[in-house]
């Protein structure tokens, strides 16, 4: 109640998102009771207990305020949504299962890793209490049912948010009834009632003497990483909705300021809530005034009303914090990414399974190290596709993607989608090796298939000159690279591009660079790459660059006297050296490329 009490006039005033509610939200709690739970025992000292969450509750406040300062909002681009997906739904199962002791009505210790939590209920399951358990099991049963009521019927859409009410008030009153407290049924028992005390003075003496500064920024830090990730992802997709601009930076510097004053008035970190601002964005909330209105209702509770909840069940708790878990397990994700990618589905695994198995800090720290893996994989990897002419067009694209795309035997065609720099260099040049192999073993391949259709047509052999001319047209005499899409490149990109040039001459290659920007050719031109390569060989487009290179392959094939350059722009180009060799010249090569669309 003190955490959904004066962080939330705090946000109002500086967070950004109109809908956002913030409060204590069950992964943070989690994630805090499982981190303090280590270094000191609640039972045994409640009091400094108190006073490492509240100190951790300054620590997140000014970690948010200090990233919101240095403009760090950006972060979160970072972590892909089979990161987040896989890690909430190993958390959400980690959750789950740390209110199992509530609904089987044992005691026993908690963990953050999924096999010493079921360890540590198998251990205490003589414990068992039965009518805990029916009583737990029932109320769950029921916020299921009016959750799935509620998101099947549109009329009943109010159940969803009406459940965890309506449960609480009707195992109160139950309980009253039949004063089901004395007859062994845990409750939550003495609710101190009026407004939080200031507790400032608990902020000196980092870690309660118990624990030094260093032990706890673990802590800080993943509470800070998570309850972000948690409060940027709903406060986006409302803001989409509502088709308003959300500042990252902004929503940093508002959850800093709610967590500063949680720590000034008695209360753990808080972020924004999942559960809760859905039900805030339903009731038809557009401002903060709505924060403001729900953080009063809280004060007005706080005042007169703690007494009513001091009866309430613990096994109610527990089943209200597992119906709401529940629906944080994504496992439909992970069946969709296995269908759809692969490689996100493996993600997902590994962040899922990381924070059941490793802990939910060490699955954050997994999630995060696995997400810059990735953005390093796609950089060192970049899409580089072999590319055709569309038929008909001066249109040039994939041609895996477009098998009926034209190619031309002695140039290979392709395009760099992605900035140049160290890390992706070595892989660009593999590929256009690559590439350059490819397109002479097809032309060779050709040629002998037309070599043998020569030796069948008696009436009409291949001649020694023509044949000449064919072996001529195997060799790939121009590299043409299309960098529309480099919006970047480095030294060690322009070292590259260099020692390709240099390699390719010594072979008899050229190298044709098409639509560079203005970024990448001042690159070029102030380390004088430009001027080795030469003038003539930087163009606009990708179909000016293979019509000047089909002329001069045509010049230097020594076989004017049999055709020459098509001029019609609307026409294909290729090389008119005769009807038995023009399929050589423009052919079409679906296949030749292994590379992905």
């Given at each position: 109640l003190y955490s959904a009490f004066m962080p939330v006039f705090a946000y109002a005033f500086f967070g950004s998102s109109r809908q956002l509610a913030v409060g204590p939200v069950a992964l943070v709690s989690l994630m805090l009771s499982t981190s303090l739970s280590h270094f000191v025992d609640p039972n045994e000292n409640e009091a400094a207990y108190v006073t490492l969450a509240i100190q951790i509750s300054m620590m997140v406040g000014f970690t948010y305020i200090i990233l919101g300062a240095l403009r760090l909002g950006f972060i979160t681009i970072f972590l892909s949504h089979a990161v987040i997906s896989g890690f909430t739904s190993g958390a959400a199962i980690i959750i789950g299962m740390s209110q199992i002791k509530y609904i089987l009505g044992v005691s026993m210790k908690g963990s953050k890793q999924l096999h010493y939590l079921i360890g540590n209920i198998i251990e205490v399951i003589d414990q068992f209490d039965w009518k805990v358990f029916l009583m737990g099991s029932f109320f769950i049963f029921l916020l299921l049912i009016m959750k799935h009521?509620?998101?099947?019927?549109?009329?009943?859409?109010?159940?969803?948010?009406?459940?965890?009410?309506?449960?609480?008030?009707?195992?109160?009153?139950?309980?009253?009834?039949?004063?089901?407290?004395?007859?062994g049924i845990p409750v939550i028992g003495d609710i101190p009632s009026g407004l939080p005390e200031i507790s400032i003075n608990k902020w000196s003496g980092i870690g309660a003497g118990l624990v030094s500064f260093v032990d706890l920024i673990p802590t800080v830090l993943s509470i800070s990483i998570v309850g972000f990730m948690e409060s940027i992802a709903i406060a986006k997709q409302l803001a989409v909705k509502h088709q308003y601009e959300l500042d990252s930076s902004q929503e940093l510097l508002g959850l800093g300021m709610a967590n500063l004053a949680g720590a000034m008035f008695s209360s753990y970190p808080v972020t924004g809530s999942f559960s809760r601002t859905a039900v805030n964005n339903e009731t038809g909330a557009k401002s903060g005034i709505s924060a403001l209105v729900t953080a009063s209702l809280v004060g007005m509770v706080l005042l007169f009303l703690t007494p009513l909840f001091e009866r309430m069940?613990?096994?109610?708790?527990?089943?209200?914090?597992i119906s709401g878990v529940l629906g944080l397990v994504d496992l439909q994700e992970g069946k969709f990414l296995y269908k759809v990618h692969k490689l996100d589905f493996l993600v997902w695994l590994v962040s899922f399974s990381g924070t059941m198995f490793a802990g939910v800090e060490s699955g954050l720290v997994i999630a995060v190290l696995l997400s810059l893996l990735l953005v390093l994989y796609e950089s060192a990897?970049?899409?580089?596709?072999?590319?055709?002419?569309?038929?008909?067009?001066?249109?040039?694209?994939?041609?895996?993607?477009?098998?009926?795309?034209?190619?031309?035997?002695?140039?290979?065609?392709?395009?760099?989608?992605?900035?140049?720099?160290?890390?992706?260099?070595?892989?660009?040049?593999?590929?256009?090796?690559?590439?350059?192999?490819?397109?002479?073993?097809?032309?060779?391949?050709?040629?002998?298939?037309?070599?043998?259709?020569?030796?069948?047509?008696?009436?009409?052999?291949?001649?020694?000159d023509m044949l000449n001319s064919l072996t001529y047209f195997t060799k790939v005499h121009f590299i043409v690279i299309?960098?529309?899409?480099?919006?970047?490149?480095?030294?060690?990109?322009?070292?590259?591009?260099?020692?390709?040039?240099?390699?390719?001459?010594?072979?008899?290659l050229q190298i044709c660079l098409c639509n560079p920007n203005h970024y990448v050719m001042e690159k070029l031109f102030s380390s004088g790459l430009a001027d080795k390569i030469g003038a003539n060989y930087f163009y606009c487009n990708t179909h000016d660059a293979v019509k000047d290179c089909l002329r001069e392959i045509e010049s230097k094939s020594g076989e004017n006297s049999h055709g020459s350059v098509t001029k019609d722009e609307e026409g294909p180009i290729g090389l008119e050296l005769g009807s038995e060799s023009n399929t050589l010249k423009q052919r079409m090569r679906g296949n030749a490329n292994d590379d992905h669309v």
């Open positions: 009521v509620g998101k099947t019927y549109a009329k009943f859409s109010f159940l969803r948010a009406l459940g965890p009410l309506a449960v609480t008030a009707l195992a109160i009153i139950v309980t009253v009834v039949f004063d089901l407290d004395e007859k069940p613990t096994s109610v708790l527990g089943a209200i914090v990897y970049p899409h580089l596709p072999m590319i055709g002419r569309l038929p008909g067009t001066n249109v040039y694209r994939n041609i895996k993607q477009y098998p009926n795309a034209t190619t031309y035997d002695g140039l290979v065609m392709c395009r760099i989608d992605a900035p140049i720099y160290f890390a992706n260099t070595q892989n660009i040049r593999e590929k256009l090796n690559k590439y350059e192999l490819v397109a002479e073993r097809d032309a060779m391949e050709a040629m002998k298939d037309k070599s043998d259709e020569g030796e069948d047509n008696k009436d009409s052999p291949i001649s020694f299309d960098m529309s899409p480099v919006s970047h490149i480095d030294t060690s990109g322009v070292h590259l591009l260099e020692e390709m040039h240099r390699d390719y001459q010594k072979r008899g």
